[in-house]
């Protein structure tokens, strides 16, 4: 018997795959992957938050800030690299700040025509503790320097380093975010249960998010590869029922670095080569899901909702 349920977090409900409408992306392909290139900038001593230290080293951390900076220095061009030899455009999480500090890599992303979403203003500012307001304004700054230095709106978020409130993602909503990656509950876009407007979560990975996968897990890049074709194994089956999305997110001072390129972009051509692929943007997905299935889904949910409160 179909059910709903809503989640401990009350953000979402739940809805299996086999009671949801079919997905098909554009050319009919099965699966939509996308790639998330984490490009951030960390400052060396920020201001402290109650929550959480930006550095596990004392002050000042200068092989941690270091290592990270490798990424905006020599990282980002192997990445960059790899994603071209296979025509993979990227969704860059960006922190906006990188507009000022290196603008020569918007640059070289934005004449890609790589997709710009928000991942704060810098990846060593969280929003644990703000109120509303103030992560308005990070919000709108965050639209307003976008828009300044690639011409793009501000469709994505991704919150620095994962960081939210109870009320982060009804304030992403009111102020047009269609899409966040903060939530990791699926392999298919998802209505997102927020106060006002409609948004979306796009299934972003911690699994093959290459932090968790060389700091983390400490895989060899071999390893990853692998699991990189896996993943995209069993979601390239699936979606032959109905369309599934995958997400390779991405940090240039590690997937960039010498020993670990060749693996990933083997990884990506393996991708590249099949049939029924959709190489794409989190944006262009989450355009697509909004256009033509999240009016059904939500129907859905809201009738199953209706049934279950009938029937007590």
Request: net charge negative; with cysteine.
């Amino acid at each position: 018997m179909s059910h709903t349920q809503v989640s401990d977090l009350q953000l979402y409900d739940y809805l299996p795959y086999d009671q949801r409408p079919k997905l098909v992306w554009p050319g009919e392909s099965r699966i939509a992957v996308w790639i998330a290139p984490n490009i951030e900038f960390y400052e060396l001593n920020p201001a402290a938050n109650a929550s959480r230290a930006a550095w596990p080293r004392p002050h000042p951390d200068v092989q941690g800030y270091s290592h990270r900076d490798y990424g905006n220095r020599a990282g980002w061009q192997r990445m960059m690299r790899a994603m071209d030899e296979t025509n993979f455009k990227g969704s860059v999480s960006l922190n906006v700040a990188l507009c000022d500090h290196h603008p020569e890599i918007i640059k070289a992303c934005a004449d890609r025509g790589w997709e710009f979403f928000s991942h704060g203003i810098y990846n060593t500012r969280y929003v644990y503790g703000m109120d509303k307001e103030q992560e308005r304004a990070i919000i709108r700054d965050s639209r307003q320097t976008i828009h300044k230095w690639t011409g793009q709106s501000l469709d994505g978020w991704l919150s620095p380093a994962l960081s939210n409130n109870p009320w982060s993602l009804d304030v992403l909503a009111e102020e047009g975010v269609l899409y966040t990656c903060d939530l990791f509950h699926d392999d298919q876009p998802t209505p997102v249960n927020v106060a006002n407007g409609r948004m979306i979560s796009m299934p972003y990975s911690l699994e093959m998010n290459d932090v968790i996968v060389y700091n983390g897990n400490q895989f060899t890049p071999r390893h990853y590869g692998e699991m990189i074709k896996r993943q995209f194994d069993q979601l390239y089956a699936e979606g032959a029922e109905s369309g599934t999305v995958m997400c390779i997110p991405l940090h240039p001072y590690l997937v960039g670095q010498p020993h670990r390129i060749d693996a990933f972009a083997e990884a990506l051509a393996y991708i590249a080569g099949h049939e029924g692929v959709w190489q794409t943007t989190g944006r262009e997905i989450a355009h697509h899901y909004l256009a033509h299935y999240y009016d059904d889904v939500s129907a859905q949910i809201a009738g199953i909702k209706q049934a279950a409160e009938v029937t007590k």
